[in-house]
């Protein structure tokens, strides 16, 4: 069983840079790729980065040149740190994991933009 958590999220003002964590449970997490979702309210949940077990990542466009996506596989952890942020930005950040059959999504951190 797959257990994800994360944090670090909170009231953020535009412009800030808060880092977000997702700490994963399991001992195959650094071959995995781990992605970070976020879901506004009204919205439908959109994929925002992923990182490969290897290190490779993508972006949203709406994100890309703002918003790092890195990991630490000694923690089991993966980071998405962001910049610049707008009050667009306002969502639940969301990371999941699949492996096998298993899809698995932490319980969300709630980041709030205040312009």
């Known amino acids: 069983q797959v257990q994800l958590v994360e944090s670090g999220g909170g009231l953020v003002q535009a412009g800030g840079s808060p880092r977000l964590s997702c700490a994963a449970s399991?001992?195959?997490?650094?071959?995995?790729?781990i992605h970070w979702y976020r879901q506004a309210s009204g919205k439908q949940r959109e994929l925002v980065a992923a990182?490969?077990?290897?290190?490779?990542?993508n972006y949203a466009d709406s994100v890309k040149g703002r918003f790092t996506i890195a990991r630490d596989n000694a923690k089991n952890t993966v980071y998405l740190q962001m910049n610049s942020l707008k009050p667009e930005d306002t969502a639940v950040y969301y990371c999941?994991?699949?492996?096998?059959?298993?899809?698995?999504w932490g319980q969300g951190t709630q980041v709030t933009v205040s312009s």
């Open positions: 999941r994991l699949v492996v096998g059959p298993g899809d698995y």
């Open positions: 399991g001992s195959i997490f650094s071959i995995l790729v």
């Open positions: 990182i490969t077990g290897s290190g490779s990542a």
